[in-house]
């Protein structure tokens, strides 16, 4: 394999990786919106 078959190989596997997080970082981000409004919901509800 050439260097240049391997970098590419490398930026591949980089450019999946980043994929992975992205997904990974939307999914926490709901998550986070969901815990908040829950959050919200619950010291509103307490509050009555």
């Known amino acids: 394999m050439t260097y240049l078959e391997k ?5 591949t596997q980089i450019f999946e ?3 992975d997080l992205s997904e990974e ?3 926490l ?3 986070l919106d969901l815990d908040t409004m829950f ?3 619950n010291r509103l509800k307490n509050d009555n």
């Not at 970098?7 to 930026?11: A, E, G, L, P």
């Open 7 to 11: 970098q590419k190989i490398d930026s």
């Open 17 to 19: 990786q980043i994929h």
């Open 25 to 27: 970082k939307h999914i």
């Open 29 to 31: 981000e709901q998550r």
């Open 39 to 41: 959050s919200s919901f």
